[in-house]
T-cell receptor
């Protein structure tokens, strides 16, 4: 009963390097999301996915790339990390269905520091 | 598009006292409303949500919230707080149609003191 997991939990990298944050869920939820959390901003949506091979931009997508080849995985890649991408990243998932009010379940987060 | 304003960034309160965390939202369409709690170094956990029907919603850990459409508010309340309620609380909205992504407020830090 792992639920939703994220790896790594902590990451330190340097400016310009590529970084991939992993998200894995065991519920077969159709929807998955990536948020970043910064002081004073709450959580902001980076990308989301409605199903495998279907992704869409959120509020702050610049500098990030996502893919969803399998329902259970939703990796987030920082193509060339910048200091402004230092943040806490949360992955979330939600069930599909005709109703849109399904609860989103959040992973434990990844703390990323870009030097 | 939707937006959420949490009016207080920090709320200090003594143990066993009542508390209210304020949330106002803006949207051109009907919305669903949520309160999430984040304990230190953890992910977010759903406290309660308003979808439709009764405007008073009860959630976990003794929390409740009241939806006020005319004032576009969704304030969170608890009649008697415990030390263990110390956490960050986030109000969030999603449109009732279309993309189901959440728009979050900036959070309110509840600090319960003995």
């Amino acid at each position: 009963d792992a639920g939703i997991t994220q790896s790594p939990r902590y990451k330190i990298t340097e400016t310009g390097r590529q970084v991939t944050l992993m998200c894995h869920q065991t519920w077969s939820h159709s929807y998955m999301f990536w948020y970043r959390q910064d002081l004073g901003h709450g959580l902001r949506l980076i990308y989301y996915s409605a199903a495998a091979d279907i992704t869409d931009k959120g509020e702050v997508p610049d500098g990030y790339v996502v893919s969803r080849s399998k329902t259970e995985n939703f990796p987030l890649t920082l193509e060339s990390a910048t200091r402004s991408q230092t943040s806490v990243y949360f992955c979330a998932s939600a069930t599909s269905g005709r109703r849109l009010e399904e609860t989103q379940y959040f992973g434990p987060g990844t703390r990323l520091l870009v030097l | 598009a939707q937006s959420v304003t949490q009016l207080d960034s920090q709320v200090p309160v003594f143990e066993e006292a009542p508390v209210e965390l304020r949330c106002n939202y803006s949207s051109s369409v009907s919305v669903y409303l949520f309160w999430y709690v984040q304990y230190p170094n953890q992910g977010l956990q759903l406290l309660l949500k308003y979808l439709s029907g009764s405007t008073l919603v009860k959630g976990i850990n003794g929390f409740e919230a009241e939806f006020n459409k005319s004032q576009t508010s969704f304030h969170l309340r608890k009649p008697s707080v415990h030390i263990s309620d110390t956490a960050e609380y986030f109000c969030a909205v999603s449109a009732s149609t279309g993309r189901r992504a959440l728009t979050f407020g900036s959070g309110t830090r509840l600090q319960v003191q003995p």
